[in-house]
């Protein structure tokens, strides 16, 4: 019952900028745009999220498109060390369950 | 840097036994959370807490599962008369609405049901 789509994988060369698409066209207005990310098994790990304007933190940037129906994860430089699947997730803000989907493999290559 | 810690990070089990799996949240952080993953399935969420009580759960949590918060610092998932399909990777989230609101996850129990 996700409510996002998400390409199966990706590719990206190190150092290049990774830009990870996702649609999320159900959008409520009150909901955000969440993004995680799970290396290998371990625990998934939080990158950024957004309502409507563009964020950008110390790992990402998030590019939501003006009507809200997809955005755009940027990882500007990536290094071998940010292969892992990423998740695109729509919630509410506070104290509410994450949704996960199958999320985008991406896969940093030398 | 706070994190939350799960213990144990595997756990072995007889079909039909109980087990508990243990988490310590960060310290100031309101709201819990469980989540498992099957192996090569996605991550599922299992169960929410709040205020000492159970805020949300899903259709996955049914009465084989409880949540408790014995002492104010351990949040434990109690997984009565366990079966083969049992088997996944348990995670445990917390967050805190007032500074921020992403969910901070362990590192996962993986419980092995034999």
């Known amino acids: 019952d996700a409510k996002t789509t998400q390409p199966p994988s990706m590719d990206c060369a190190e150092g290049r900028a990774a830009n990870l698409p996702c649609n999320h066209s159900?959008?409520?207005?009150?909901?955000?745009v969440y993004w995680y990310r799970q290396i290998h098994s371990q625990g998934p790990q939080y990158i950024i999220h957004?309502?409507?304007n563009n964020e950008t933190n110390e790992m990402a940037s998030l590019i939501i498109t003006e009507d809200r129906k997809s955005s755009t994860l940027i990882l500007p430089h990536a290094t071998l060390r940010d292969t892992a699947v990423y998740y695109c997730?729509?919630?509410?803000?506070?104290?509410?369950?994450?949704?996960f989907g199958a999320g985008t493999i991406l896969r940093v290559k030398s | 840097e706070p994190e939350v810690t799960q213990t144990p990070s595997h756990q072995v089990t007889q079909m039909g036994q109980e087990v508990i799996l243990r988490c310590v949240p960060i310290?100031?952080?309101?709201?819990f959370y469980w989540y498992r993953q099957i192996l090569g399935q996605k991550v599922e969420f299992l169960v929410s807490?709040?205020?000492?009580?159970?805020?949300?759960k899903s259709e996955i949590f049914d009465d084989q599962f409880s949540v408790e918060r014995p002492d104010g610092s351990n949040f434990t998932l109690k997984i009565r008369s366990t079966k083969l399909e049992d088997s996944a990777m348990y995670f445990c989230?917390?967050?805190?609405?007032?500074?921020?609101?992403?969910?901070?996850f362990g590192q996962g129990t993986r419980l092995t049901v034999v």
């Open positions: 989230a917390s967050s805190d609405p007032v500074t921020n609101t992403e969910a901070f």
């Open positions: 159900t959008i409520s207005g009150n909901e955000y």
């Open positions: 957004g309502l409507k």
């Open positions: 997730i729509v919630g509410m803000e506070y104290g509410n369950k994450l949704v």
């Open positions: 310290s100031n952080h309101l709201y």
């Open positions: 807490f709040y205020n000492n009580e159970i805020s949300e």
